[in-house]
């Protein structure tokens, strides 16, 4: 079953437009991260946020997470072709640390 | 360093077939995960394992088991496929159990016919 829940399902932008997708979950975690899978491809980790973390950067990456709402925002500005992709965000909660993954924003930039 | 490696990468198997995929890790990663990902459920764990014990288990039936060597190499086994077994399995390694990050291979693309 699904933790996260990621929205849109899709989004479609032109490149150098910014392009957020929210991740919605339903029980306290201890992290959550958000990875990017080209199609049909391994998964790469983008970035890692924690509980007690409220926004975090890298690169054109911008992620926020709201515990009080349960839910996460990634922003990638300027989006270039090359971020077309699928996006998972994926929470841990106890004391696995087994990511739990949504079914993913689909991204398309179009040049 | 080399990343995560998957073998083979596509396979095509008949209903009632057993199949072996196989996953190195990147070295020094002791931890080893496999994930079925389909259109229908996502991405879904399957069970973890940590110098050659299953850590962690997904909720999948028997007929998916899994090993690991001392080399900390994988394997994962299905026995007696169905249809709805085809999907793309990803291996994914991190450091130890106590890692956050994941890194994962390219997968295996299993259809079952």
């Known amino acids: 079953s699904q933790q996260g829940e990621e929205d849109p399902q899709a989004l479609s932008i032109q490149e150098g437009e910014n392009a957020t997708m929210n991740c919605s979950y339903k029980?306290?975690?201890?992290?959550l991260q958000w990875y990017r899978q080209n199609s049909g491809r391994g998964l790469v980790h983008l970035i890692l946020?924690?509980?007690?973390?409220r926004e975090k950067h890298s690169g054109r990456l911008r992620v926020t997470l709201d515990t009080s709402k349960k839910s996460s925002s990634l922003l990638i500005t300027a989006s270039r072709a090359a971020d077309t992709a699928s996006y998972f965000c994926?929470?841990?909660?106890?004391?696995?640390?087994?990511?739990?993954f949504g079914r993913g924003t689909s991204l398309i930039v179009h040049p | 360093k080399a990343g995560v490696t998957q073998t083979p990468r596509y396979l095509i198997k008949t209903r009632g077939q057993q199949v072996t995929l196989s996953c190195s890790p990147i070295?020094?990663?002791?931890?080893v995960s496999w994930y079925q990902q389909t259109p229908g459920q996502g991405l879904q764990f399957l069970f973890e394992?940590?110098?050659?014990?299953?850590?962690n288990k997904g909720n999948f039936p028997g007929r998916f088991s899994g090993r690991q060597f001392s080399n900390s190499r994988s394997e994962m086994n299905v026995s007696t496929l169905e249809l709805g077994d085809s999907a793309l399995y990803l291996c994914?390694?991190?450091?130890?159990?106590?890692?956050?990050?994941?890194?994962f291979g390219p997968g295996t693309r299993l259809t079952v016919t």
């Open positions: 946020i924690r509980s007690n973390e």
């Open positions: 070295s020094g990663h002791r931890s």
């Open positions: 994926a929470t841990d909660s106890g004391g696995s640390y087994i990511p739990t």
């Open positions: 029980t306290s975690i201890n992290n």
């Open positions: 994914a390694s991190r450091h130890g159990t106590g890692s956050l990050e994941q890194y």
């Open positions: 394992y940590f110098s050659e014990t299953q850590r």
